[in-house]
């Protein structure tokens, strides 16, 4: 009637509860990944988007010669159907499929779709998915498809998870720390002089409620927490390929430097998503140790009546050295003077390179829409501003916890506003629609402050923010000094502003959302 536990030895030399656990999580990662496309695709790719899909696919066609060179350089299922319709129709499915993920049934055909439907927006979503996290999700999504059977989904399927999948998995997570650790040696001198973290609080992408709290704490906390970040970083990752006790180890500080992470900002899903990998260092026996019994038990139940499958080791051999080969590149990459980060060699992406703040900024910038309904766009003109999801305008407004969501423009505009609009196009089609009200656009903002009729102008300032000190006499979190304009005050009629549109072929995709 009951189940007889098993000895630490034979819990620590099985990996079925790892196996649920990282299947679970990456679930998660990947139903909030489908949620926020869901959300967001059309304002940003959609057929009325701020960058069509339909101009983008036309261009890589005429770019390569054919949609099959196109589809072979940037596989995607959108080369077959992009209206606005199959967009979030597959966004939806991805995150249904997520759920079902989460939920406990996954098998090997449930976790390759998932990753065909992210791998389709990652490859066509242009700007709005160039972040290091979406490779990095199709690499690890990739994986975990042969961590299941090809039929059965329930949480314990009588096929143990192949033991070389899951040193893969910990091959990624090295490469990942590692490559992370040696862009930050060969770039910014903060990470040397361990004086990173003097700034990096208040000028990361998006700052959570904690930032500031962080950014305020005596310096040497501060660089003791650039050490820490070397210790996960740099020593941690090569316990993954440790024995058993080491390898435990190791883990624990990898998953403890994520949820630093996690604590002091809003990195989108991709401290969660590190978390899977690491997830690997850790077998049954400690699994048994933090997780309930009757799961416990249940995979007991499940390890009691398994049985082998040879087509299911072989074909892990096989993705094992295909990994091998396709990781020669990555390796030659990490050992280079010239590192890069967050790259990928072949179109699938299956084997990358990954890396974060290999410089960090000193001063934060933000750029700010305004707009007015004053017939002159002057200093005497009353200038309403566009509040973002996440980024920070309000002076008093504390900073949002957004993670593992990812509002997208607000990514695009912390780096839009280091450079120039020369650079981001696609800004001024946001000025466009902002002028006429669009609600796609305005989807993409917190809210709108024109909500009766568009302004007559709008413009873009640039502001240098600062965190104001905690207990301030006004109670703000921000200080900010203005620097200038980014985009002078446009007006719909504007022949710049409409030149500009109808170079870029989006004049008559936004004239048909007009009203």
Request: glycine share 6%.
């Amino acid at each position: 009637m009951t189940e007889t536990a098993p000895s630490p030895e034979r819990s620590a030399d099985s990996y079925w509860l790892t196996r649920f656990v990282m299947l679970r999580l990456l679930g998660a990662v990947y139903a909030v990944a489908s949620l926020a496309a869901a959300q967001q695709i059309l304002p940003l790719i959609g057929s009325h988007g701020l960058l069509p899909l339909d101009l983008f696919l036309n261009r890589v066609q005429n770019g390569l010669g054919s949609p099959a060179a196109g589809f072979a350089r940037l596989p995607s299922l959108f080369w077959f159907g992009h209206s606005d319709t199959i967009l979030q129709l597959t966004a939806w499915a991805g995150f249904g499929l997520s759920c079902v993920v989460v939920a406990g049934y996954a098998n090997a055909i449930v976790m390759a779709l998932l990753w065909v439907l992210y791998m389709s927006f990652v490859h066509v979503g242009q700007d709005w998915y160039g972040y290091g996290w979406e490779i990095q999700l199709l690499e690890t999504g990739f994986l975990a498809i042969f961590l299941c059977p090809l039929l059965d989904g329930r949480p314990f399927p009588k096929r143990e998870p192949p033991v070389v999948v899951l040193w893969l998995f910990r091959w990624l997570i090295f490469r990942i720390m590692i490559g992370s650790a040696l862009i930050k040696l060969r770039g910014d001198s903060c990470w040397r002089d361990l004086t990173a973290l003097y700034y990096h609080f208040e000028t990361q992408p998006i700052p959570n409620p904690l930032s500031r709290s962080f950014y305020f704490l005596p310096h040497w906390m501060l660089k003791v927490g650039v050490l820490f970040n070397f210790l996960a970083e740099l020593i941690a990752p090569w316990f993954a390929f440790y024995p058993r006790v080491a390898r435990r180890v190791g883990g624990v500080i990898l998953v403890l430097f994520q949820f630093t992470l996690i604590l002091g900002g809003n990195l989108s899903f991709l401290n969660w998503l590190t978390i899977v990998p690491v997830l690997a260092c850790f077998d049954d026996g400690f699994w048994a140790k933090l997780l309930p019994r009757w799961l416990v038990n249940c995979k007991n139940t499940a390890t009691s009546a398994q049985k082998s499958s040879l087509a299911m080791q072989c074909t892990a051999w096989v993705i094992a050295a295909i990994i091998a080969i396709l990781s020669i590149q990555p390796v030659m990459n990490l050992i280079s003077p010239n590192q890069v980060m967050n790259t990928s060699f072949i179109p699938l992406d299956l084997v990358n390179t990954y890396g974060a703040f290999g410089s960090v900024g000193r001063e934060r910038f933000n750029v700010v829409f305004e707009g007015t309904e004053a017939d002159q766009p002057d200093s005497s003109a009353l200038w309403k501003a566009y509040p973002y999801q996440a980024l920070p305008v309000a002076l008093n407004q504390r900073p949002r916890q957004i993670a593992p969501y990812q509002p997208r423009l607000d990514w695009q505009m912390w780096f839009a506003a280091m450079s120039s609009p020369d650079e981001y196009p696609w800004t001024f089609h946001l000025v466009w629609k902002l002028l006429n009200n669009d609600p796609g656009a305005l989807s993409l903002f917190a809210e709108n402050p024109f909500p009766q009729k568009p302004p007559r102008y709008v413009r873009a300032v640039l502001y240098r923010y600062q965190f104001a000190p905690p207990g301030n006499p006004e109670g703000n979190w921000w200080k900010r000094e203005e620097l200038g304009l980014w985009l002078p005050p446009l007006s719909a009629d504007d022949p710049r502003l409409l030149n500009l549109l109808q170079q870029a072929g989006w004049l008559a995709n936004t004239n048909s959302t007009n009203p």
